[in-house]
């Protein structure tokens, strides 16, 4: 299969979920799930089932989306006394991850853990000072019950894992998670490319799944990387002029 029909696939899936989810009226908040990580009904429920893993239980550090669906799972986790690093938008600045620590913040952890007002509560980080993840939390559009998931089509959380990779932040030890609705998880085949990661729990409102053994990047891979995507990332510039 070529990368462009690879990327058919994955957008045909993502309408069909958008719009399954649409129909059912399983989303919260905004008028459609179309074009973003589905902010579903149960997002609380999921929280909960997530904090019952002994995964999360042994945690100290945990690095999760930004997007709504995940906000429970993120404020959970503060309010635990976990460390939370979460990505700034499009991993825009220089330093691209916001370090939520609990013994620091002035906010409470609900506040906090929103995309909106950890910008103004939060220090920006680089890969240099970073802790070692114990857990992932990551956002989906679509994921099947081998783990294999599908985002919103722009990248960043491939990238953002294949980062931690690099920089041996993560490694087998370390769980990635994603938190859904059940009609986000599909029976279908999701085509795989060398930047896209598995997860290694499913959690959705009413269920855990384990997936098959991880699959997950050693580190970037350039070559599925556009010049424009180097452009857009001190990150990756920085990563690149010192290869």
């Known amino acids: 299969m070529t990368r462009t029909e690879v990327d058919a696939r994955k957008d045909s899936i993502r309408r069909q979920v958008w719009n399954l989810l649409d129909q059912r009226g399983a989303v919260g908040g905004e008028a459609?799930?179309?074009g973003r990580i589905p902010n579903f009904i149960g997002a609380e429920a999921a929280a909960d089932q997530l904090a019952a893993l002994s995964a999360w239980k042994g945690?100290?550090?945990?690095?999760?989306?930004?997007d709504k669906a995940q906000l429970p799972a993120r404020a959970r986790a503060l309010r635990e006394g976990k460390v939370v690093y979460m990505a700034a938008p499009k991993l825009a600045p220089p330093q691209p991850f916001y370090l939520l620590d609990?013994?620091?913040?002035?906010?409470?952890?609900?506040?906090?853990?929103?995309?909106?007002?950890?910008?103004?509560?939060?220090r920006n980080v680089g890969l240099d000072e970073l802790r070692p993840v114990d857990l992932i939390v990551c956002g989906s559009?679509?994921?099947n019950r081998n783990g294999v998931r599908i985002g919103k089509g722009a990248g960043y959380s491939d990238i953002e894992v294949a980062l931690l990779a690099q920089a041996g932040l993560i490694g087998?030890?370390?769980?990635?998670?994603?938190?859904?609705?059940?009609l986000q998880v599909i029976e279908d085949d999701i085509p795989e490319?060398?930047?896209?990661?598995?997860?290694?729990?499913?959690?959705?409102?009413?269920?855990?799944?384990?997936?098959?053994?991880?699959r997950r990047p050693s580190g970037l891979h350039w070559e599925d990387l556009s010049a424009d995507q180097i452009a857009a990332m001190p990150v990756l510039q920085s990563l690149q002029n010192h290869r």
């Open 59 to 66: 945690a100290s550090v945990v690095k999760a989306v930004p």
């Open 141 to 143: 559009v679509a994921v």
């Open 193 to 214: 490319t060398n930047h896209d990661f598995s997860v290694d729990v499913i959690v959705t409102t009413d269920e855990v799944i384990a997936c098959a053994p991880p």
């Open 32 to 34: 459609s799930a179309r």
């Open 172 to 182: 087998p030890t370390t769980t990635i998670v994603t938190t859904v609705h059940p």
């Open 102 to 122: 609990p013994a620091e913040l002035t906010v409470p952890a609900e506040d906090a853990a929103s995309s909106r007002t950890a910008p103004s509560v939060a």
